[in-house]
């Protein structure tokens, strides 16, 4: 079976949703079962999928995750609705912290799954030794990676970066690094993050402004063709920015490539 990255994507973003329901649930008392049976149903059978395809789903920083879980668990729901309603407190501040790592996690779920799948592909023993390290948010020191070929080892690399794990390839190892090799920006387009080199960050804030622009342009041009009928020199600025603005779908397209190829790509035991 195959398994996609914005597959993955979804199964967290699920998981995200259903630990919610069931915290309103348990600890603040709320009714959630009709939302929880459908998210319950999909999550079984993105579960299966992903099982099948062999990937298995390690979170950065999932060590303290845990452990903040544990915490929560040593409190009851009433001191963390106190908690909560104070904003004070053990029970609050552990509730807090992982609520930073999930907010994290939901940025980058797309980072995390292309990651996660491009584990899978690896040497049992590799995997492993790079799956404690995901899981403690940083690299103590080098990770094999060789069974990886060399433009996949990039990727991972990008990949764990963009996640906030620092580190370069060094030859068939991940190595602990200060700086990232590879200077890397998170941008919002259209309702979504994406990853795109530092270089290319200013062509494409101002393809983003010029979009915002002609868009606003035509919807203007569009709202005045509702009362009055154009002629030939106003239906010619209207078909002329209606161009523009495809042109600039397309310059965006390019500036993306990249990135949405990392994206587009069908996975199973390969990225």
Request: aromatic share 4%; with cysteine; glycine share 4%.
């Amino acid at each position: 079976m195959v398994m996609s990255a914005r597959d993955l994507a979804r199964l967290l973003e699920l998981n995200k949703k259903k630990a919610e329901l069931e915290f309103q649930r348990d600890v603040l008392g709320m009714h959630a079962l009709e939302e929880l049976g459908p998210i319950i149903s999909n999550l079984e059978s993105l579960n299966a999928k992903a099982k099948d395809a062999g990937v298995e789903i390690v979170l950065p920083d999932q060590k303290r995750f845990e452990e903040l879980g544990k915490d929560l668990a040593g409190f009851s729901p009433q001191d963390i609705r106190e908690g909560l309603k104070i904003r004070d407190g053990q029970a609050y501040q552990a509730l807090k912290d992982r609520g930073m790592i999930v907010k994290k996690h939901q940025e980058n779920r797309f980072e995390i799954a292309k990651m996660c799948i491009l584990m899978s592909t690896m040497e049992n023993d590799q995997r492993k030794a790079l799956s404690v390290a995901v899981k403690e948010g940083a690299l103590a020191g080098n990770v094999s990676i060789g069974s990886l070929d060399e433009m996949d080892r990039k990727k991972l690399a990008r990949f764990l970066r963009r996640c906030g794990i620092s580190c370069a390839v060094s030859k068939e190892e991940l190595a602990p690094a200060l700086e990232d090799e590879e200077k890397e920006v998170r941008i919002e387009v259209s309702n979504r993050n994406v990853w795109i080199s530092e270089s290319s960050k200013a062509l494409l804030e101002e393809n983003l402004r010029r979009i915002n622009t002609v868009n606003a342009r035509i919807q203007l041009k569009n709202a005045e063709r509702q009362i009055k009928v154009f002629d030939t020199e106003e239906e010619n600025l209207f078909a002329s920015l209606q161009r523009e603005y495809l042109d600039l779908l397309k310059e965006q397209d390019e500036l993306l490539k990249e990135y949405n190829g990392e994206e587009k790509r069908p996975l199973k035991n390969q990225l």
